[in-house]
Every structure is written in C-alpha cells, then in structure tokens.
C-alpha cells in the first residue's frame, strides 16, 4: 500500500512560496475534481477531456486482468523468447519491466526492439530462436512506421519457416480499435489482439494493455502490479486530503519550478528501478514540450553529477529500498551534492511492485504540470512533424533512388558535418572539426542544455561512447547535458527539442553505409529509412531555429566516433 511518508522533499524558499500558492489555488477552485470530472478547462479546453481515460483503473478496457491472466497462462512453457516492436509509449514500460523484473522461469525472455538500425534488427534476430518466440506488434494508431517494417520482416521470416498460414500464431497485435494494424492481424490470422482504449494516449498507456500484456508474457504478476497503482490512484484521488494528493502535487511541484526557472529535471535512480528513467523522460518531455514551454529531464548520471551543471536544475532521487546503501546516496543529496539551494525531491520504493504506483503518479504529475504551464499535456504535434519530414524523404528516395544531402559546412574522407543557420553562418572561421564543434557546443549558455542524439546502433560499445561524450560535454559546458539513440528518442524528447523553449544546442551523429536490411515490399532499406529519419528530424529542427549539427560519418564508424569524442571533449 502506498505510503504518503516515503515523499520528502526540500525547496528554496522562493519555490515553497509559489508551490504554496499553486496549492491554495487547487484546492480553492476544486481542481482536483476537475481533473477527476475530465474538465478539459484545466488545461486548453481543446480536446484534452478525451485523453483522459488512464485516470480510471477499475475499467477492464484499461486492463482486463482475466484477458491477461488467460495470456500468461497460454504463453507459459511455450516460447524461450517474445519481442515487442513498438516504438515510444508502446515500448517504455515493457522495457522498464524487462530490466527491473529480469526473466521469469517458464516465461519467454522479452526483448524491445525500437530502432530502424539494421545493425540493430540483425543483433535482435540473431539472439533468439525465430520458430520460438512471439513477437507482440504494439502501435496505438495502428500506422507507426516502425512497427509497420518491423511486423513485416518478422511476419516474412516466420513465413519462410514455418509457412504463412502458420506464421500468425506467433504474433499477437495491441492497438486500438479499427487501426490499420488490427485489420493486419486479422487478415494475417495472428493469434490475439488485445485492444487499446482510444481515450489513453500512447505515453500514458503503461498500466493499459499496452504495458500489461507484455508484463503478462514475462510472467509477471500484473494483479499485484494494478493493486500498487490502484493504491497510488486512491491517494491521488477525490478522497486526498484537501484535494490534493501524491501525483498532483508532484505535478504542482513540477509546474511551479518550471515557471520559476528550474526546468531542468535530473533524475538519479538507485540500480535495481534505474529503467524507470527513461520512461519518465519520455512521458515529461513530450508532454511538456510545447508552445516554448517544457521541463527536459535528464537521466543516466550519478548523483556525483549533481554540481557539474547550472542554477535551473530540479533533482529527484528515486530510490528502492532494498538497493545497496540507497539512504547513505540520498544523504549527500541532502547534505552537499545539490549547493545553492537547488530544489530535492526524494521518492522510496518499499519494492519492484511499486513500479505500478509511480506510472500513476508521473501520469498525474505530468497532466497537473501542463495546466500550471497552460499547454495540452496530451498532443505532440513536432512529434509528426519530424514523420512527416522523414515520409517525404523516403518517398523521394524511391522515384529518385537517393537521399536529400543537402550542403556541408565542413568535409573530409571520413566524414561530413551540416549545421543549421548559426553553425553555417560561422562555419568560414573554423579551420578544423574541434573548432567547429567546440564552438557550436559553446553556444550553450547558461539556462540551456545540450542532446547528443544518435542515428546508431544500440549496442554496448555506441552506449559507452554516448555517455563519455555526455558526461565530457556536460562537465565542459556546466549545462545539463541528454543524449538518446534515433529514431528512438524521435518519439520521447522530439517534441521537446522542437516545440519546446530554444534552450537547447544539439549535436546529431549519424553513418553511411554499413549492413543494411531491405524492407519487405518496398524498393527500400532499413538503413534508407534510419538515414531519412535523422535528416528528417534535422530538418525540422533547422525550421524551427534551433542551434543543430548533424555529423555524418561515411568511414569507418570507430575511428569516426573516436575523431568526433576527440574534437568535442579530448582536449579537457
């Protein structure tokens, strides 16, 4: 059962007085009701009443526990592996349980595949056993890109092994109803699909069965994952004293230091719900991200971190109990880490179970912090701009049979570099890549932050080198520093990068070349539609006027990652 006293927090006072103020106004003008009435006023009244449906728990349309029971009871014993294609909402939470839950016996071993990165989808295929293992095609719409390819070369290897008429028992679709991708399944006879409620949006999908059903085929208890979500809705309920509750104050909290100037949220998370971090910043950073306004949440670091940045920063330190010496870390939070009265929240986790309470809270906290910002917490139209930037490019790319280059600003053997109006319009005085890159990065000012987004493989030696570059470039410029693998982070931080305040300086790193997989059907590669994914979403970004260099490497990926860490940080 959720308990209220594992919530402490410490604020400066300037924060306690608005934050205070914040409360008064909620409960004076019965906000709480509204939100739970789907009163769409407490935001922009432009739709958002019809987003609203994650707030009730108790409709089996969120998540039908006898359904799910039935799935984990069907999938037990017969398959070593499952793999979910699904990108954003659709493939968070899954991933979130997979790492803090780990592989249960008798139960498939779950991989997330998210990425249009050939490299990527052969290492997926490689290391699991195609004739056992089911494939869970996730899309709310129906339509995503992605999910779309990915469903069809699966759908097309199972065929060539086990025949078509068979193939669709390996595969079970969650979607909404009347989506493209239902009618997929059904015309491919897959084996269930379990239904969406159209009134919950992607990011807000984790306790739907666009979370619940994967944690259903790894064996997980859902019951006992709803019950601890159940209690965190209780608290946050019409019955919280004076209104209030758990989620809308953390959502009050958000907002407030938001609008006060500490926009940044860093997010440090003791080992065992580490995961949770990335399912955060996806549901903060789309949420927010728009109209000039967002909170950019930063996860990855160590809480060692906490003084390498500047005056705007919000930290939360979620920690479970049972992880080694969680306590003795949030002390030096308290004692030291966070110099000049920067705002902490702590939050404890009594155990793994208590995941299901926090997606319920981050879900309210998230739609409370959009009504203090006055934005709808529910749309994220930058996020289809970049689609559509990307369809037009692949579209070009099969009547023309090549990609959209575009003019570089600087070019050697091993790579190219193009830069946004500001990094053009400087590009004449630098006279070599450390100079251009370093003086694009220095461009971050204070209030600002940098994302190093990464058009590779997610694999453990691109992993390693994404955070020594995020942690050289943060240590370098004292700002808040993200990074995220694309087209992944496409549908997490894209809508913030585009929609939300010009505060950031980016740095895109993509490749030519390389293994490649065609897509089934189309005269197109896996590796085409990556690479139109990033000048895409680079693309938009130069629109919009934001300060963006994209790094394409045409050599070999290693020496050009090394040449590129040394430009921006070798020389500390």
């Known amino acids: 059962m959720f308990d209220p006293l594992e919530y402490l927090f410490r604020f400066p006072e300037a924060l306690a007085r608005s934050l205070e103020a914040l409360r008064n106004d909620w409960t004076r003008r019965s906000k709480s009701r509204r939100l739970w009435a789907r009163d769409e006023s407490l935001w922009t009244s432009s739709g958002e009443s019809e987003w609203l449906g994650w707030l009730d728990l108790d409709d089996p349309a969120v998540a039908d526990l006898v359904r799910l029971k039935s799935l984990a009871e069907d999938v037990e014993g017969r398959f070593k592996h499952a793999v979910l294609l699904g990108m ?22 779950l991989r997330v595949l998210d990425s249009t990165d050939p490299e990527q989808l052969r290492a997926c295929e490689s290391a699991i056993d195609i004739e056992s293992t089911l494939f869970l095609c996730a899309s709310k719409s129906g339509s995503t890109l992605e999910t779309k390819l990915l469903t ?19 595969f079970i679709a969650i ?4 989506s493209q991708l239902e009618r997929t399944a059904a015309s491919l006879a897959f084996s269930r699909v379990l239904p969406g409620l159209p009134s919950i949006g992607g990011r807000y999908s984790a306790l739907s069965h666009f979370g619940m059903a994967p944690a259903a085929v790894m064996g997980i208890d859902v019951g006992r994952l709803m019950y601890h979500a ?43 719900v580490a995961p949770l971090g990335a399912w955060i910043e996806q549901l903060l950073a789309e949420s927010t991200g728009k109209l000039g306004k967002g909170i950019v949440p930063v996860h990855g670091g160590c809480i060692s971190e906490a003084g390498a940045c500047g005056e705007d920063r919000l ?13 003795n870390e949030e002390a030096r939070v308290w004692k030291g880490a966070a110099p000049g009265g920067h705002p902490v929240v702590s939050l404890r986790l009594q155990s793994l179970y208590d995941l299901g309470q926090e997606f319920y809270r981050w879900e309210v906290a998230t739609a409370v912090a959009g009504s203090v910002l006055g934005i709808n917490p529910f749309d994220q139209p930058d996020v289809e701009s970049a689609k559509v930037a990307a369809g037009r490019i692949t579209d070009r790319y099969e009547r023309e049979g090549s990609l959209e280059a575009g003019r570089p600003v600087w070019t050697d053997s091993s790579m190219q570099v193009f830069g946004s109006r500001h990094v053009a319009a400087g590009a004449d005085a630098a006279s070599d890549l450390s100079t251009l890159l370093q003086s694009h990065l220095a461009s971050a000012r204070p209030g600002d932050y940098c994302a190093l987004l990464a058009f590779l493989p997610s694999n453990a030696g691109t992993r390693s080198w994404l955070d020594r570059m995020r942690r ?35 740095l895109m790193v993509s490749r030519e070349g390389g293994e ?18 990033a000048a895409g979403d680079f693309k938009v970004l130069c629109e919009k006027g934001r300060r963006a260099v994209r790094v394409v490497i045409t050599g070999s990926l290693e020496e050009g990652l090394a040449k590129l860490e040394d430009a921006c940080i070798g020389a500390q």
């Not at 069809?152 to 390996?170: C, I, K, M, N, P």
């Not at 979607?175 to 009347?178: A, E, I, M, N």
């Not at 930290?315 to 306590?327: E, G, H, Q």
């Not at 490649?516 to 139109?532: H, I, N, Q």
């Open 516 to 533: 490649d997989v065609p897509v089934v059907g189309r005269s197109l590669s896996f590796g085409v539609v990556k690479e139109a994914q």
């Open 152 to 170: 069809e070369y699966f759908f097309d290897r199972v065929s060539g092994l086990r025949g078509t008429s068979r193939a669709g028992r390996q």
């Open 472 to 506: 050289g470039v943060q240590e370098r410029l004292a700002v808040p520093t993200c990074a995220g693998f694309g087209p992944r982070y496409l549908h997490s931080t894209g809508q913030l990068h585009k929609g939300g305040p010009n505060s950031g300086v980016f």
């Open 315 to 327: 930290l939360v330190r979620i920690a479970l109990l049972s992880d080694p010496a969680p306590l």
């Open 230 to 272: 159940r209690a965190m809705a209780e608290a946050c309920g019409r019955g919280a004293p004076a209104g209030l509750g758990p989620g809308v104050d953390l959502g009050l909290l958000l907002g407030a230091a938001a609008l006060g100037g500490w926009d940044k949220l860093m997010l440090f998370l003791s080992p065992s």
């Open 88 to 109: 954003g909402g659709s493939s968070l939470c899954p991933e979130v349980l997979r790492k803090c839950f780990g592989v249960t016996d008798g139960f498939p071993d």
């Open 175 to 178: 979607t909404d109803p009347g």
